[in-house]
């Protein structure tokens, strides 16, 4: 299915309401693949999202799961009394941080049930029986990687396809295991250096994600060896996605750094730095999704208050160079600046 479209292009999925049953139909209805985020959603709303991708195309479209972790236990006390002070600031209460798994188990009989054609997993990879229970109903399965180990293990569950993750990506690091000696979770691997690596490791087909926003970009990984390229803060701005008007500003002024962090959710993640990373970035321990849960409220207040000081402004290194438009349009481009570039290399070449 992703080696098999049109276009090479994939909308990465972006949980907390920025992928929409909107932005993923009108990639697919491009050519490209549009991808719907089950991340924090009920089974109910997920459900609710592929009625409605369906609605608005009948091109295929992927789902992307949470792979839960295992339970972790942390010292909260010191930043939780950190994160109630920032609450009192917006005039909300902490979230009270607790671990679940994302309605894991739900979600996957539900694309099961639903025979989504692509599904594909973040922080880990699904059980062997699962990966036979999708095939069974026609799906193709990716996961998400950043290292040649965690390739080798997504290959021996039976994945199809493996989605590499470089280091220059926004949002948050697809590390199986959160390793707290890293600032990334684990090593971290620009893209290139990833999509090498882990080609030399397995031998299965490589979506390229981290820093891609524009087609020369899209070149550069095809060439490199990916057979398709995964984009998330290039859609990050098209009017069909849910991104929120003051992370949309944010993104427009490129005047920020990027920087990985677990401030926001207890996991590391690249985000624009604003007042509350970095006051926090030292503080905030490996305890994912307990931070996410703690700080809710503090984002949900500063997003409604318009203050990007306190949000979670998830974007890849090369932001600045995303552009507005609707999201059919930027797939057209992206396939004109890859042509462009690739007609350049011949010549040089």
């Known amino acids: ?31 490209g693949l549009g991808f719907l985020a089950a991340g924090y959603l009920s089974e109910q709303a997920l459900r609710t999202q592929i009625e409605q991708t369906r609605e608005l195309t009948d091109e295929p479209f992927g789902v992307n799961l949470f792979v839960p972790g295992a339970r972790r236990d942390a010292d909260l006390g010191p930043y939780q009394e950190a994160v109630e002070a920032e609450a009192a600031r917006y005039g909300v209460r902490a979230g009270t941080p607790h671990w679940d798994d994302d309605d894991y188990q739900a979600k996957v009989e539900l694309v099961i049930a639903e025979r989504v054609p692509v599904v594909s997993f973040t922080f880990g990879a699904p059980s062997k029986s699962t990966v036979d229970r999708l095939h069974e109903v026609g799906a193709e399965v990716a996961v998400t990687v950043t290292t040649p180990q965690e390739a080798r293990i997504a290959a021996e569950a039976g994945a199809d396809v493996l989605c590499v993750q470089g280091s220059e990506a926004g949002g948050h690091r697809a590390t199986f295991e959160d390793d707290e000696r890293f600032s990334g979770g684990g090593p971290l691997y620009g893209l290139l250096a990833a999509l090498r690596v882990i080609s030399a490791e397995v031998d299965l087909p490589l979506v390229a994600a981290g820093g891609l926003v524009r087609g020369a970009d899209v070149a550069a990984v095809l060439s490199a060896g990916a057979v398709a390229a995964q984009l998330g803060t290039a859609f990050l701005v098209c009017e069909e996605a849910g991104t929120q008007p003051t992370q949309r500003e944010a993104i427009a002024a490129g005047a920020r750094e990027t920087e990985l962090t677990r401030a926001f959710s207890g996991r590391p993640a690249r985000g624009l730095v604003n007042r509350f990373l970095t006051e926090h970035r030292a503080d905030a321990p490996a305890a994912y999704p307990q ?53 350049s290399v011949r010549r040089v070449l």
């Open 291 to 343: 931070l996410h849960h703690l700080t809710k409220p503090v984002r949900g207040a500063a997003g409604k208050a318009g203050d990007p000081e306190a949000m979670s402004l998830w974007a890849g290194q090369t932001y600045a160079q995303a552009r507005p438009m609707r999201a059919a349009g930027l797939v057209r481009v992206l396939v004109d600046e890859a042509r462009e570039a690739l007609d």
């Open 1 to 31: 299915m992703i080696t098999n479209r049109p276009v090479p292009v994939i909308a990465a999925p972006m949980a907390g309401g920025v992928s929409t049953p909107a932005l993923a139909a009108a990639v697919s209805s491009a050519g």
